[in-house]
T-cell receptor, first 112, second 114 residues
Framework: GENVEQHPSTLSVQEGDSAVIKCTYSDSASNYFPWYKQELGKGPQLIIDIRSNVGEKKDQRIAVTLNKTAKHFSLHITETQPEDSAVYFCAARRYSNYQLIWGAGTKLIIKP | GAGVSQTPSNKVTEKGKYVELRCDPISGHTALYWYRQSLGQGPEFLIYFQGTGAADDSGLPNDRFFAVRPEGSVSTLKIQRTERGDSAVYLC????????????FGEGSRLTVL
């Protein structure tokens, strides 16, 4: 079955700098890769997703890149702000399948 | 409502007691999921409903856990003879259909078993 590994588990960056979180997956048939942000005491919220027919997707300060050959995808946050502090989860699944496989999460800390 | 609603937000119970956790999904969403999240971990799949039926309950840890969705909307997760290891945040999510990309999560029900 699918397995998703996420690194690092904790990431501390200076406000204004960029943050990168990386995930690898094992099932080459996976073709849908969402990223969720979870703030303290809240449920996860989708921030960006990518399907395997594209290599990169951007939404303002957030971008996701996908390398299907290497089976890894990354979240890039530029010009980080205090409100970016949260736990970020990557996930993967086959688009026709309901079952998301989650990474273990990255706690992002933005230092003022 | 505008989002997924879960009640109670916090539940403290004693070992051996029975608890029910409720989820009210976004109106019109046919797919509903229950997840369990322990501190510092990602969501762990428990059960998935498509309409009224449990399409996949393979994530339920044992027969003390059961979930229903009798009218295809509100769902209740039921835990019998609670154990300390059941302590976690129980998250509910819904989506428009089973293969629609985005899952919409509630804020979770934090269960503490003393």
């Amino acid at each position: 079955g699918e397995n998703v590994e996420q690194h690092p588990s904790t990431l501390s960056v200076q406000e204004g700098d960029s943050a990168v979180i990386k995930c690898t997956y094992s099932d080459s048939a996976s073709n849908y890769f969402p990223w969720y942000k979870q703030e303290l005491g809240k449920g996860p919220q989708l921030i960006i997703d990518i399907r395997s027919n594209v290599g990169e997707k951007k939404d303002q300060r957030i971008a996701v890149t996908l390398n299907k050959t290497a089976k890894h995808f990354s979240l890039h946050i530029t010009e980080t702000q205090p409100e970016d502090s949260a736990v970020y989860f990557c996930a993967a699944r086959r688009y026709s399948n309901y079952q998301l496989i989650w990474g273990a999460g990255t706690k992002l800390i933005i230092k003022p | 409502g505008a989002g997924v609603s879960q009640t109670p937000s916090n539940k403290v119970t004693e070992k051996g007691k029975y608890v029910e956790l409720r989820c009210d999904p976004i109106s019109g969403h046919t797919a509903l999921y229950w997840y369990r999240q322990s501190l510092g971990q990602g969501p762990e799949f428990l059960i998935y409903f498509q309409g009224t039926g449990a399409a996949d309950d393979s994530g339920l840890p044992n027969d003390r856990f059961f979930a229903v969705r009798p009218e295809g909307s509100v769902s209740t997760l039921k835990i019998q003879r609670t154990e300390r290891g059941d302590s976690a945040v129980y998250l509910c999510a819904s989506s428009f259909t089973s293969n629609t990309g985005e899952l919409f999560f509630g804020e979770g029900s934090r269960l503490t078993v003393l």
